[in-house]
């Protein structure tokens, strides 16, 4: 059976190497599904056909009408990469606000494995809020990948996060 990987991807650098996480995900035999939060969606905007090309699936950043039917898969595991100060801190809130947010705060409710690859300046990280967010997303069963202070978008940890996914699907 073909793994279905959400990956919820947030407006920090790295986003624009999506096409990266995609392929390596397709190696290890996942169906992805790319959701944008709305800021990520607009960065990536020219790049969405090509997306939706390369992952045979719409690409979502806003919720659908009640009347309209799923797009997409059921998700066996959701990766959050890059996930942002912003969505980290709503996401231990449990604010909805965003299709991604809702999704992610569903994913814990149902279940379904997690992993988290944060990814803000240093002077974020250091906000005592943002330290308490991370904790709270632990305490709730979500797996976190905290990658070195130097990690560049060149060198996100799109491997390690994927090693970590499949891990939790055994």
């Given at each position: 059976m073909r793994h279905v990987l959400y990956a919820?991807?947030?407006a920090a650098p790295p986003v624009h190497h999506v096409r990266r996480l995609v392929s390596a995900a397709h190696?290890?035999?996942?169906?992805?599904?790319?959701?944008?939060?709305?800021?990520?969606?607009?960065?990536?905007?020219?790049?969405?056909?090509?997306?939706?090309?390369?992952?045979?699936?719409p690409v979502r950043s806003a919720y659908k009408r009640p009347a309209d039917p799923d797009v997409l898969p059921q998700a066996h595991?959701?990766?959050?990469?890059?996930?942002?100060?912003?969505?980290?801190?709503?996401?231990?809130?449990?604010?909805?606000?965003?299709?991604a947010l809702g999704l992610i705060n569903e994913a814990i409710g149902l279940?379904?494995?997690?992993l988290a690859v944060p990814h803000s300046k240093g002077a974020l990280q250091a906000h005592p809020a943002y330290r308490r967010s991370l904790a709270a997303l632990e305490d709730a069963g979500v797996e976190?990948?905290?990658?070195?202070?130097?990690?560049?978008?060149?060198?996100?940890?799109?491997?390690?996060?994927?090693?970590?996914?499949?891990?939790?699907?055994?």
């Open positions: 919820v991807m947030c190696a290890r035999d996942f169906d992805v599904c790319v959701i944008l939060t709305p800021t990520a969606a607009d960065w990536l905007a020219d790049s969405r056909a090509e997306l939706e090309e390369l992952t045979g699936h595991a959701v990766l959050v990469a890059p996930a942002s100060f912003n969505t980290i801190n709503k996401w231990a809130a449990g604010i909805s606000d965003t299709l279940e379904i494995p997690v976190l990948l905290l990658p070195d202070a130097a990690v560049t978008s060149q060198t996100f940890p799109w491997e390690r996060a994927l090693d970590r996914v499949s891990r939790r699907l055994r």
